[in-house]
């Protein structure tokens, strides 16, 4: 009988983590973050982390499990979600995972097959070097060379990617376009939930909450974070709301228009974010306003899902 997991997915800031806990407590789960921001220790305020007295109701797993500045890909997500998962089912506890990470959702949904392959510090520092001689365009035409299928999907530009692909094909002699399955998991039976809200509703939602952040000591996240030596060009801190407060603490933009960036990034975000939900074909939508009424629809959700064998 295939293991069971529920899935709190949508765009920022549509109140995932509220639905969450209560479905939390109302059928004997735990909650996993789906959130790849959300991972780093110190990143609290700007990630929306769920709060210590949020923690405190329902307990929390993969959130504060690297430093900031700390290498942590899909694979050791997808690895690490597994494991906590299976954990939880042996007790009897149903698996949550809550937000709106995307590309984890689909490396639990389709069981991606990632290599697992270690970088080392030779081999990654001499493929920066080799990508800084001309923007990537060797790198590039040797993956488009030895693999073109994982080429179509990246570009030169996409230097993160486009290093990683190169070093599997140098450690591993394989196209990592065959080392992953677009196949979904049957080892799993899944409830995606998917949260939306009217677009002005959200836009506002995800407004108020840039301002509430701020108010609430982003500002000093941030500062603190590069106080304590995390690099700038690290993952972590192209997080939304870190970027843009680096470029004030630069002097290139004022108070104001800092809040105006982060307010507009976290929108074209929540656009991009529905864009990838459409594509997952077992979403299940919930569209209600009302928090009553969406959880209402989730628990008739969940209850079938359940009891469904």
Known sequence: MPKKRLFIAGPTGVGKTALSLRLAKAFHGEILSMDSMQIYRGMDIGTAKATPQEQAQVPHHLLDIVTPGERYTVYDYQRDAQNVAAKLIAHGILPIFTGGTGLYLNALLKGYQFTGVDTTETLRSQLEAEYALDQGRSLYAELLKSDPATAQKITEKDKPRLVRAIEIVRQTNAKPSLLRSDETDTTWEN?????????????????????????????????????????????????????????????????????????????????????????????????????????RKAVEQVNHFLTNE
Request: proline fraction near 3%; hydrophobic fraction near 40%; avoid cysteine.
């Open 191 to 295: 409830l995606v939930i998917v949260l939306s809200l009217p677009r002005e509703s959200l836009y506002d939602r995800i407004n108020r909450r840039v301002v509430s952040m701020m108010e609430k000591g982003l500002v000093q996240e941030v500062e603190a974070l590069l106080k304590a030596g995390v690099p700038f060009d690290s993952q972590a801190m192209r997080a939304i709301g870190y970027r843009e407060i680096y470029w004030y603490f630069k002097g290139w933009t004022s108070y104001d228009e800092t809040v105006s960036l982060i307010q507009r990034a976290s929108r074209n975000y929540a656009k991009r974010q529905y864009t990838w939900y459409r594509k997952v074909e077992e979403a299940v939508w919930i569209e209600e306003e009302d928090p009553e009424e969406r959880y």
